[in-house]
């Protein structure tokens, strides 16, 4: 059974919605939380006063999340965003190195891509078998690395790599950890304290919307970071009668927060984590990982191609599949219910803590009638 009932979620009835890695159903008590919204708008400052209640309340939810002081959270506008804020935190010189898997989502690549007109170099550890080796990775790196990036969990094969061997190799060449955990963070843990920064969008396992992505940093090692774009909501304040040049920015991760952050999508994502809140999170990750057994073993019997590890320290709650028009199947899914991501030439279903067995046996059944099993002969 599913660790939130289907009824909780707009638009489920009568589907297997199986595509969290690309998009989260909608909560319906987002609906209110969107009504509570619009009528602290109205409500003048004391109103403002209270939408900014739930700003704080939001960061520590994510803070305890990650395991982290909410100090150190700050909410951009996406993922992206912060990405480029931590590759922009590094006082990168000619000669240095950045380490990164090729596999790698576009977000992370194209901020150290920039960084080529600087002499510096991007190290490509390639995957194999689509598997990146952690200790590939620390073969990679050097005195000179500055920087290694890495997804927690793979946007394209569901990999989960072991975030403590990651700070370990950072650690040892004096390098800086920078994680995007946004297949991660709502159905797998992630530990902050490990990270010299995190990033993660919310609309994805955190169950939230668009316009809202969280940076996490550690100061202690990166440093008080430099906004990278600077605005009113930077700074502590303003000398008036005085300097008005003068910046004196935030002492908390709020200076990275040029303006007004999407406090809309923070009443989604604080009513999203308060639901999750009340699920174990031990029970979402072992639910994800029960059902991914299921689609691997499933989609193995029948001759197609697992990109996923099977062990389950090494998955999360994406199972992802090799398929040669991957876009027409997803559609072929979709008529008979079935809910999936296509892309770059593979199929990615997605598990979280509304679905069920269910969901599994109705994937199977929609992809069996449009996509036959490989024979076993034609296997080998």
Same mark, same amino acid.
């Given at each position: 059974m599913s660790l939130i009932p289907k009824h909780e979620f707009v638009g489920l009835e009568g589907v297997a919605h199986l595509c969290t890695g690309g998009e989260a159903p909608w909560l319906r008590s987002h609906d209110e939380a969107c009504r509570r919204f619009g009528a602290l708008k109205s409500g003048g400052m004391a109103g403002r006063d209270q939408v900014f209640a739930v700003y704080a309340r939001?960061?520590?939810?994510?803070a305890r999340l990650l395991g982290i002081d909410p100090a150190r959270v700050a909410f951009l506008a996406h993922a992206s965003e912060g990405l480029n804020q931590a590759v922009k935190a590094i006082d990168w010189r000619p000669g240095d190195n950045?380490?990164? *898997?090729?596999?790698?989502?576009?977000?992370v690549v194209y901020p150290v891509a920039a960084l080529r007109p600087r002499s510096v170099e991007a190290r490509v550890v390639r995957a194999v078998g689509g598997r990146l080796d952690l200790e590939d990775v620390a073969r990679a790196a050097d005195a000179r690395t500055r920087l290694i990036l890495v997804s927690q969990v793979s946007f394209l094969t569901g990999q989960r790599v072991d975030l403590a061997r990651c700070a370990e190799i950072a650690r040892a060449r004096g390098a800086r950890l920078v994680v995007d955990a946004t297949h991660a963070l709502g159905v797998a843990p992630v530990p902050g304290e490990l990270c010299d920064a995190v990033v993660s969008s919310c609309y994805k396992w955190l169950l939230g919307a668009h316009g809202v992505g969280i940076f996490a940093y550690d100061p202690a090692r990166l440093g008080e970071l430099e906004p990278a774009t600077i *605005?009113?909501?930077?700074a502590a304040g303003r000398d008036l009668l005085g300097d008005p040049l003068a910046v004196r920015l935030r002492p908390d991760a709020a200076r990275l927060e040029a303006g007004n952050p999407s406090l809309l999508g923070l009443f989604v994502l604080d009513n999203a984590l308060e639901r999750l809140e009340r699920v174990d999170r031990r029970a979402v990750l072992e639910h994800a990982l029960d059902l991914g057994a299921e689609l691997i073993a499933g989609l193995a019997g029948r001759g197609h191609r697992v990109l996923t590890p099977t062990p389950r320290e090494e998955r999360a709650g994406n199972v992802c599949f090799a398929a040669a028009d991957a876009e027409a199947l997803c559609a072929a899914l979709a008529a008979r219910g079935v809910l999936v991501w296509a892309g770059d030439g593979r199929i990615r279903v997605s598990a979280h803590l509304y679905n069920d067995r269910d969901d599994v046996a109705r994937f199977f059944?929609?992809?069996?009638?449009v996509a036959p099993a490989v024979p076993a002969a034609a296997r080998l």
């Open positions: 939001a960061k520590a939810r994510v950045a380490v990164l *898997g090729d596999l790698e989502y576009p977000s *605005g009113w909501h930077s059944d929609a992809l069996d009638a």
